[in-house]
Structure formats: C-alpha cells, structure tokens
C-alpha cells in the first residue's frame, strides 16, 4: 500500500483516539534550547489530522501543515481552521510545495518513519533555516495489560512487524540523519486513560490493524475485550507512553 493512503480510512479513529504529546514540557524543552518563541515559522511535514500541529498553533505560532493523504489533511482542515497562523498544504517530506528558506523550524512526528531520509534531509534544508524536531510516542510495553495488548497487534496485525516502528531512532538512521550537526534527545511521560470505547479505537487507528470484514476482525476485537475486561479499573486501562523528542540544527 501506498503509504500516503494507508490511514484514510482510519481517519475518524485517529482523531479521536490518537494519544497527544506533553506540549507544555516540549515547548518550554525548546525554549530552553534552542530560544523557541512564538514568532517562529514552523512547518510540520506529514501533519495528518493536526496533532503536532495544533499544539504549535495554540502557542501562537504560524504553522504549515504539509499532509499528502487527501482525508487527514482535509479533517485537519475542518479541526484547525479557526486557527488563523495554520495554513494546510498538499505536499510530501520529499516536496514541500513551500518556499526557498520560508520556515524557521521543522517538525515531524510518526510520519518520519515513512520519508525518505535523504531526499526529506535535502528538502528541509532547502525550505527552513533553523532546526528540525521530531517528536514520537512510543507505547511502553511494561504492565500485563500493555504486554497483553502487545501479543494481540503481533497475532493480528498484517504487517505490524515491518511498520509498527517501536522507536524512530533503532535503525541508526537519526544520527546519519542529522549529521553534520549533533542530535540532540529528551523524553517525557505521557499516556492516555481508556474505556473499552477507546482502547478499540485506539487499536482501529492502526493501519496494520484488519479492517471489519475481514475474516480476524471478530476474533480480534473478542480478544481485546477480553484484555479489557482482565485489565481495567474502574472500567478503565492505562496505556503508557514515552514522548521522545531529537532535535538538531539544519545544515547551511
């Protein structure tokens, strides 16, 4: 599948049940670092539906949103559009569609994990003057219902082994990514409290994830229920993150 196609139709699911990022603590870890402030430009390369977006916008940043994938830029569109610094654009990591050194600051989030490294490296040093952050939560694998939760996308998720990317920076590629200039890392706690609702839609987000029709649909949602109902508290179970951040200044 055409990776720019693989969440339209999970676009509703992953605006509801998507986990956020920790804004107040990355936006004063950049502000530490690199002087951020609200007159920087930002583009955020594979947007989707506004996540990261969204919380550049409500520190009053002016922020592009480059999203190939017609129906998550468009909701992102919808959600943000009383936002008056967000501008949406139709445009890959490979190409922008934006100006000769028009952004201050790049920001990626998951979608990284499905540029092309070297072609997005030159791209963004083209359009921006500043640095490149990518942020991405990686889902702990540490109390039984997470364990649990982990063995269900291995039994039923068709391609989870080859995309559902654990960590950005396991293959090596950041380093190189980066290079010449040093990368730089930080992690924040960060997690989502779930009823039997969410946690299904937390999982029907995923695009590895079968779609209803499919012959292991049932099996899998049996499953998960029965994860839930062993796990929860108060009706609730608690999935947990580590927000990881690695920055890095744009080569001149």
Known sequence: MNSTQRFTDRVEDYVRYRPGYPSKEIIAHLQEKIGFNDSFVIADIGSGTGISTELFLRNGNKVYGVEPNDAMRQKAEQLLKNYPGFTSVNGTAENTQLPDKSVDMIV??????????????????????????????????????????????????????????????????????????????????????????GVQGRLLSSSYIPKPGAANYEPMLERLRTIVDKHAENGKVNFGYITKVYMGKISS
């Open 108 to 197: 990626a989030g998951q979608a990284f994990h499905w540029f092309n490294p070297l072609l997005a490296k030159a791209e963004f040093e083209r359009v921006a003057t500043g640095y490149i952050v990518l942020i991405w939560n990686i889902r702990e694998v540490n109390t039984p219902f997470e364990k649990d939760y982990e063995v269900l996308l291995q039994d039923f998720g068709t391609d989870y082994q080859e995309v559902g990317h654990r960590d950005i920076a396991s293959d090596g590629t950041l380093p190189v990514f980066f290079a010449p200039a040093a990368m730089e890392k930080a992690e924040f706690d960060n997690n989502q409290l779930l009823d039997y609702e």
